[in-house]
């Protein structure tokens, strides 16, 4: 923030309507309340700091104002320059402080000058009430002292760490005793499990790759009765950390009831894990639960399944009052399936990768049986693999699909090109139900992604939906015709000419419910 830059703040600030001029006979507690809406406590950007410089040179009214304000100096930056980070300590007074300090912010500073400032903040550990530590400038033994310096007011902390460690360090973060933290973010760095940090917490978030006693994680739950939020993502690297599923003769296995918690995120590289913490802990007023699990395989979904019972009814009623269930199948690993729901009362994403997709759509028929609800899916179709068209077209419980744009195009046995909707409208015939056509109960379609001509969906939909003398002759043919139900249809907004000649004959076509334009946010 160079003396250019400074002026030109001022000059700004002068020329600002908002705020009083020098010379206003505004109280001084009304103008106070003007700037303070100005410059929100928060977190500020080194170009808000030059603002507030700015109205220091306004005048010297001005200037004992803005000095005399710790409201304005209590959120430091490491993007500051040393002189800043000087005058926020000196003018904050004795009131708590808020450090940030992130890599994205420091691509212009070199490592001597960020530990130089981390020095001078360290000196005033005692006075941090929030700390947010994100960078890989500086070698972990360079930064210990820093973040293991007694912060005993510490209210929030956040420590990221490179993940260039093997093991991850274990830290005794804040000297090991905060006795106000409520809010704890830990990312490639571990506590010590007996540390104090971990009890009386509100939400604790763990990203971490090591080998780590699961034990603990349940113990987190009794140490932190108050715990509303618990992010765990762990990809664990084998070993005897690693419990497998605890076999019990108790028909209820759970042991930790964590009565406050309301959001729940979990991911993981190996099934048991999420088996064991889901099983050993009762969460009945949970709202939110995400979980995700590489490499899912046959032998672990029972004991899963009896995890996630307690969860049972709720996904039912998230299933049957949210209207319905998404399916993602992502462009980037066809391999993946996720469902999720987003009802007031209880919102769930479950993912899985490497799951068999017939397997998966038959647990969540038997998920929402168990929950005594109907399966409704809305599916996000990401991918080009035939073979996954060809599995989700049987499936019934399918009425809405849209298609991206990664799906234009899908490959036959004979290596041909196959359009999308060449696909939708071939009909299907089997001796026993007769003629019928993929996804035979879709309602909703959204092709907005794709780029085909209009005529081709015209095309589709004729072949779909036969006319009434095609339909007679079949019938007297003594074949059976399940015309699927008529349709919402949905396709881009940036139509040809030759396009805007179809729309009238689609608008108006049998099997044709209305027909909506242009893309629609995930």
Request: glycine share 4%; hydrophobic share 40%; charged share 25%.
């Amino acid at each position: 923030m160079s003396s250019v830059e400074l002026r030109t703040a001022t000059l700004g600030t002068e020329d600002q309507t908002i705020f009083p001029p020098p010379r206003s006979r505004l109280p001084l507690e009304l103008i106070t309340i003007i700037l303070k809406l100005c410059f929100p406590k928060d977190y500020r950007w080194a170009d808000d700091m030059a603002e507030i410089y700015g109205l220091r040179l306004v005048s010297k009214l001005w200037k004992e104002l803005v000095e005399g304000l710790p409201w304005f100096w209590t959120s430091i930056s490491a993007r500051y320059p040393t002189t800043v980070i000087r005058d926020c300590l000196r003018l904050s007074r004795d009131h708590l402080l808020r450090v940030r300090i992130f890599s994205s912010w420091l691509l212009n500073s070199g490592s001597k000058d960020l530990a130089k400032k981390i020095q001078i903040l360290q000196a005033h550990a005692e006075r941090w009430e929030q700390l947010d530590y994100n960078t890989s400038r500086l070698p972990v033994a360079e930064v210990r002292g820093f973040l293991e310096a007694p912060a005993p007011n510490l209210q929030s902390l956040s420590a990221r760490l490179p993940d260039d460690s093997s093991p991850p360090p274990t830290l005794n973060l804040a000297g090991g005793k905060a006795e106000q933290l409520k809010h704890l973010s830990l990312e490639n760095v571990l506590l010590p499990w007996s540390s104090q940090l971990l009890t009386g917490l509100e939400t604790f978030s763990l990203t971490i790759e090591d080998i780590i006693p699961v034990e603990e994680i349940v113990n987190i739950f009794i140490k932190s009765p108050c715990l509303r939020t618990f992010h765990l993502s762990y990809r664990s690297v084998g070993g005897p950390g690693v419990p497998a599923f605890p076999a019990s003769t108790d028909s209820n296995p759970l042991q930790v009831t964590a009565s406050a918690l309301e959001e729940v995120n979990l991911s993981f590289n190996d099934s048991g894990i999420a088996s064991h913490v889901l099983s050993r802990v009762s969460m009945p007023v949970c709202r939110s639960l995400k979980l995700v699990i590489e490499s899912l395989d046959m032998d672990n979904i029972h004991p899963l399944n009896t995890a996630l019972s307690q969860f049972t009814p709720k996904i039912g009623q998230g299933m049957s009052q949210g209207g319905r269930t998404k399916l993602y199948i992502w462009p980037e690993d066809p391999t993946e399936w996720r469902i999720s729901s987003q009802e007031d009362a209880f919102e769930f994403s479950l993912d899985f990768s490497g799951f068999p997709l017939n397997r998966f759509i038959e647990w969540a028929r038997e998920l929402a049986l168990a929950s005594a609800s109907q399966l409704e899916l809305e599916v996000y179709l990401g991918t080009t693999d035939r073979w996954i068209a060809n599995e989700l077209g049987g499936w019934s419980e399918i009425t809405k699909l849209r298609v991206a744009s990664t799906s234009q195009a899908y490959y036959d046995q004979q290596d041909e090109v196959l359009l999308f909707p060449d696909y939708l409208g071939q009909a299907q015939m089997d001796p026993a139900p007769g003629l019928s056509w993929p996804f035979p109960n879709l309602q909703e379609l959204d092709l907005s992604d794709l780029k085909y001509p209009l005529l081709k969906v015209l095309d589709m939909l004729n072949r779909r939906y036969l006319s009434g003398p095609d339909v007679e002759r079949m019938e007297d043919s003594n074949i059976a015709i399940n015309t699927p139900p008529k349709m919402d249809i949905r396709v881009r907004d940036a139509l040809e000419w030759e396009d805007t000649v179809i729309v009238p004959v689609l608008e108006s076509h049998r099997s044709v419910k209305s027909l909506e334009y242009g893309s629609l946010e995930m």
